[in-house]
């Protein structure tokens, strides 16, 4: 199974970016997905996660301005994020779930993508 997730940068606040996760190795149309973020010093937290049949949820801090999407023609899911904020620096790192239904908790994926680098300049 391989989770090769791409897409972020160094963008100003008020931009938009699109990460893609292509996963691989997995019945990726069966699997939920999500998405979580690191930022330094501190603990790796949910921000999305979308379901096999396509019911999204995520952290308040997101709500309005991330949306998350899957193509399982293509097996790969995105988050587009816009009017990001220096808070949303991080590295984010999508992740799959064995079941159709997802969680919030990261303890209960078991497969993560590398991570890909967001920083949100002010």
């Known amino acids: 199974v391989q989770l090769q997730a791409s897409g972020g940068g160094l963008v100003q606040a008020g931009d938009s970016l699109r990460l893609s996760c292509a996963a691989s190795?997995?019945?990726?149309?069966?699997?939920?997905m999500a998405w979580f973020r690191q930022a330094p010093g501190k603990e790796r937290e949910f921000v999305a996660t979308?379901?096999?049949?396509?019911?999204?949820g995520y952290t308040d801090s997101v709500k309005g301005r991330f949306t998350i999407s899957r193509d399982n023609t293509k097996n790969t899911v995105y988050l587009q994020m816009n009017s990001l904020k220096p808070e949303d620096t991080a590295v984010y790192y999508c992740?799959?779930?064995?079941?159709?239904?997802?969680?919030?908790?990261?303890?209960?994926?078991?497969?993560w993508g590398q991570g890909t680098q967001v920083t949100v300049s002010s």
């Open positions: 992740a799959g779930s064995r079941t159709s239904a997802t969680s919030r908790v990261a303890y209960t994926y078991a497969y």
């Open positions: 979308i379901w096999s049949g396509g019911r999204t």
């Open positions: 190795g997995l019945p990726f149309s069966s699997y939920g």
